[in-house]
């Protein structure tokens, strides 16, 4: 099993829609978590934190479940300029990517 | 504020070529240091990491090497370049001694071997 598992996508959706993504982990000790975004051919950037209380930044909003081991993210009112890749991160004693999923927003 | 610079941005080398690539942090000191590569169409792999000066970890068996000659300076090397050594690679950096932390990247180079 791998550690970070997500589902690759792509998700294509409407401009203005919801769209959640959801992202498992395999090691219960793990401590912190985060979604990065990375566009074509760049770096991963830091979207956000994911708390235990779940925490919001604007139209995303992060969610963490301890007992099930997964955390999500779901995008509200989404925009063109969502379009990318999605990677969920978990840490561990180190940080573990997940492979993305991918997200095309369309007009 | 903090930032992170990479260089070059792209590179082409002929296989049995050397490398060196170069990565500097400004605006924090004594940072976590991190080399990633990425191959087309899959995840992150974390190659090496550092705490400190000459402090290496290697988390993969290969044919690179990293080295850290300065606090803010880590450098990834090759003697010499396969063809599978293609890809995407990041340095990122983030604060030491603070768990939990997460990872800020440079912009990457993107190498080909031919």
């Known amino acids: 099993r791998k550690e970070v598992e997500q589902d690759p996508g792509p998700f294509n959706v409407p401009e203005g829609a919801t769209v959640a993504f959801n992202c498992t982990y395999s090691?219960?000790?793990?401590?912190?978590f985060f979604w990065y975004r990375q566009d074509c051919r760049k770096e991963p950037k830091l979207l956000m934190s994911?708390?235990?209380s779940g925490n919001e930044d604007g139209r995303f909003t992060a969610q963490l479940n301890r007992a099930s081991q997964y955390i999500s993210l779901l995008i509200r009112d989404s925009k063109l300029s969502d379009s990318a890749t999605y990677l969920c991160v978990v840490n561990t004693d180190k940080l573990i990517f997940g492979t993305g999923t991918r997200l095309q927003v369309f007009p | 504020s903090q930032t992170i610079h990479q260089w070059p941005a792209t590179l082409v080398q002929p296989v049995g070529s050397p490398l060196s690539l170069e990565c500097t942090v400004e605006g924090t000191s004594n940072p976590n240091l991190y080399w990633y590569r990425q191959a087309a169409g899959r995840g992150l792999q974390l190659l090496f990491y550092s705490v400190g000066i000459g402090q290496i970890s290697s988390e993969v068996p290969q044919n690179l090497s990293a080295s850290r000659p300065q606090d803010r300076q880590f450098i990834l090397s090759s003697k010499k370049l396969l063809l599978s050594d293609s890809g995407f690679y990041l340095c990122?950096?983030?604060?030491?001694?603070?768990?939990?932390?997460?990872?800020?990247f440079g912009d990457g180079t993107r190498l080909s071997i031919l």
């Open positions: 090691n219960s000790a793990s401590q912190s």
């Open positions: 994911v708390y235990s």
């Open positions: 990122a950096w983030s604060v030491r001694g603070r768990g939990n932390q997460p990872q800020h």
